[in-house]
Every structure is written in structure tokens, then in C-alpha cells.
């Protein structure tokens, strides 16, 4: 493995342990969790096992259902998903346990949160279209559907969503006899990442073509920028009365 591999690898896992944080905003934010991650979620309230750790056997789960589907053909390079669902997991109980002590004593500073946290996913999702070196497990196994089934992959991404969303109901509502875990975040997460993904590439090619900026560094800018705008939210949140 040359240089270059190394420094994709290592970009790669930074926007995992990024998504990690995005993740983290958005569930405690307290107003519904991400669809891929609302399963883990609601089970970590039934059960002593952390939100990362459910959230890295989920991850396990969809790699092993892609190798079952694929058998002989899996690709030997995706077997680093086994990796980014540690990581991924371990980032998630790291980040929750950093922000656990900010109060959140308003509605509109919940939203912030969630709104933050889809921008900070949305952030680690262009990271990982820019270095393209092994799918997330959640994306993995939308990919092995929609090539089976020969069905888009954007219409799988979608059912697949909304059956985890299913799953996490049912489960909450077996457990608790209400819902958890479901909620506008859930909603917000679901139609807001996809936009900001598109414009966060855009704004990331516009600079690498307007300044000559590598994308390590366009990156690098809108990590400032989503930096910037957390802390003075930060310094509101305690500011006020």
C-alpha cells in the first residue's frame, strides 16, 4: 500500500469518526435520532449496551448480510467495512459522552443541534464520496440490494430507510408501549443530508477550481465553517437568561 493509499485510508476514517459526531448531535438533540441509526438507538434504552456499540453490531449485521448475498463475489477491499463499523461505533459513544454536558434548556437550540448535526454528516459523507476507498455498511448493503433486485439505488435507499424506521417503532413500542427515538430530527436528518451533501460538493469543487485548493483543504474550509457556526451556538446556548 503506497502513500497515497495511506492518506485516503486515514481520510476515510476521519469522516467516519466525523459522521460519528454528526450522528451524536443529532440523537441528543432529543428530537428523533437518524433513520439508519434509530434501530441501535432504541435499543440502547432497553438494553445496558451503549448507542456506538448497538450501532457497531448493526454495522457487522449489514456486512454480513452483503457477504451472504454476494458469496464468491464480495470484494476482498470492502472487508474494511469491518473497521468503519468499529469506528463508527466507538466515534458515536466518544462524541456523546464530549457534548453530554451542553444543556439544552430550548426547543430552538435542539433544533440547532440537529440541524448542526446534519451538516457535520452531510461534511463526512462528501469526504467519503471524495476519497471513494470502501462503502459504510449502511450504504454497502443499499448498494448489494439495489444490484440484486436491479431495483435504483436511490428507491432501496428509501425503503431500506423507512423499514429501519418500521423496526424501531415496533421495538419501542413492544418495549415501552410508546415511541422513542422517532421524531422531527428523524424527519429533518432525512430530507435535509441529501441537499447539503450536493451543495457541500459543490462548494468543495467550486474551490479546488477557483483557488487551486486541494481537496484536503476545501474540506478543511468547510469543517471552519461548520466549526464557527457550532461554537456560536455554543456561546449562545449560555448566554442566555
Request: hydrophobic residues 55%; glycine residues 8%; aromatic residues 14%.
Amino acid at each position: 500500500m503506497n502513500q497515497k493509499h495511506i492518506k485516503a485510508y486515514g481520510l476515510f476514517l476521519l469522516s467516519i469518526f466525523t459522521m460519528g459526531l454528526g450522528i451524536s448531535l443529532v440523537t441528543f438533540a432529543e428530537l428523533g435520532t437518524t433513520a439508519i441509526t434509530v434501530p441501535a438507538y432504541v435499543l440502547s434504552l432497553l438494553f445496558p449496551i451503549s448507542f456506538g456499540m448497538l450501532t457497531m453490531l448493526f454495522n457487522i449485521l449489514y456486512i454480513f448480510i452483503q457477504m451472504i448475498l454476494m458469496g464468491k463475489d464480495f470484494p476482498k477491499a470492502q472487508y474494511m467495512q469491518l473497521l468503519v463499523g468499529v469506528v463508527l461505533g466507538l466515534s458515536i459513544d466518544f462524541w456523546y459522552f464530549l457534548i453530554s454536558f451542553i444543556s439544552k434548556p430550548y426547543y430552538f437550540v435542539q433544533l440547532l443541534m440537529v440541524l448542526i448535526g446534519c451538516a457535520v454528516i452531510a461534511i463526512s459523507i462528501v469526504l467519503q464520496l471524495k476519497v471513494q476507498v470502501v462503502h459504510n455498511p449502511a450504504e454497502g448493503i443499499v448498494k448489494v440490494i439495489s444490484m440484486k433486485t436491479k431495483k435504483k439505488f436511490s428507491r432501496v435507499k428509501v425503503l431500506f430507510d423507512i423499514g429501519l424506521v418500521l423496526l424501531a417503532a415496533i421495538i419501542s413500542f413492544a418495549g415501552f408501549g410508546t415511541i422513542y427515538g422517532i421524531g422531527e430530527g428523524t424527519v429533518i436528518s432525512a430530507f435535509l443530508i441529501g441537499p447539503l451533501v450536493k451543495l457541500f460538493q459543490k462548494l468543495s469543487d467550486y474551490q479546488g477550481n477557483t483557488a487551486s485548493l486541494t481537496m484536503s483543504q476545501g474540506m478543511n474550509v468547510l469543517c471552519k465553517k461548520v466549526y464557527l457556526l457550532w461554537m456560536n451556538v455554543y456561546l449562545k446556548m449560555y448566554m442566555l437568561p
